[in-house]
């Protein structure tokens, strides 16, 4: 079965994946060490949200250069939240002298939104970026986490 053509970069198993239509040399991929430490400025509830995070995500995925797309991925994720908090309170519209006027915490929103969403494709954690993925020769336990993460018992 073949795939659509990738129009983005990929790693090296990504590229054999795909069937290397240009016949193109495939460079291996460079192996990153570590893993992403959580920000020492984190409250509570980000540290919580990034220790969940990181138990679900496959083993392997990440690395210790990969510490700011997790970070900006919770950081967004924690905006996100105190605007959807803040609306609520406040309402879609606010009254200003010259009338009604959209909440400016929509826009905020709507930014951490989109922030969120590039680096969740980047740590893989939407359906394309999952079906890019490389699969790993032997799951385990933490992979069948991911998958309840992704697929079913969500994070709060």
Same mark, same amino acid.
């Given at each position: 079965m073949s795939r659509a053509?990738?129009? +983005?970069? %990929? =790693? !090296?198993?990504l590229k054999v994946a795909d069937g290397n239509r %240009?016949? +193109?040399? *495939?460079?291996p991929d460079l192996n990153a060490h570590g893993k992403p430490e959580c920000p020492d400025y984190f !409250? $509570?509830?980000q540290r919580l949200r990034w220790q969940r995070l990181m138990a679900v995500l496959p083993?392997?995925?990440?690395?210790? $250069?990969?510490?700011a797309i997790v970070e900006? #991925? *919770?950081? $967004?994720?924690?905006? #996100?939240?105190? &605007?959807?908090i803040m609306i609520a309170k406040s309402g879609? @519209?606010?009254?200003?002298?010259? %009338?009604?006027? +959209?909440?400016? @915490? @929509?826009?905020?929103?709507?930014? &951490?939104?989109?922030v969120m969403a590039g680096a969740?494709?980047? @740590? %893989?954690? !939407?359906?394309?970026a999952r079906a890019r993925l490389a699969r790993p020769e032997h799951e385990t336990d933490q992979d069948d986490a991911f998958? $309840?993460? *992704? #697929? =079913?018992?969500t994070i709060n």
């Open positions: 053509r990738n129009t +983005r970069k %990929g =790693g !090296s198993a %240009g016949k +193109r040399r *495939i460079d !409250s $509570a509830d083993n392997k995925l990440l690395a210790a $250069a990969d510490t900006r #991925f *919770i950081v $967004a994720w924690q905006r #996100f939240r105190d &605007c959807e879609m @519209l606010i009254q200003t002298p010259t %009338g009604p006027k +959209r909440n400016p @915490l @929509l826009g905020i929103q709507l930014h &951490c939104d989109r969740g494709i980047e @740590l %893989g954690l !939407s359906p394309v998958k $309840a993460y *992704i #697929f =079913g018992d």
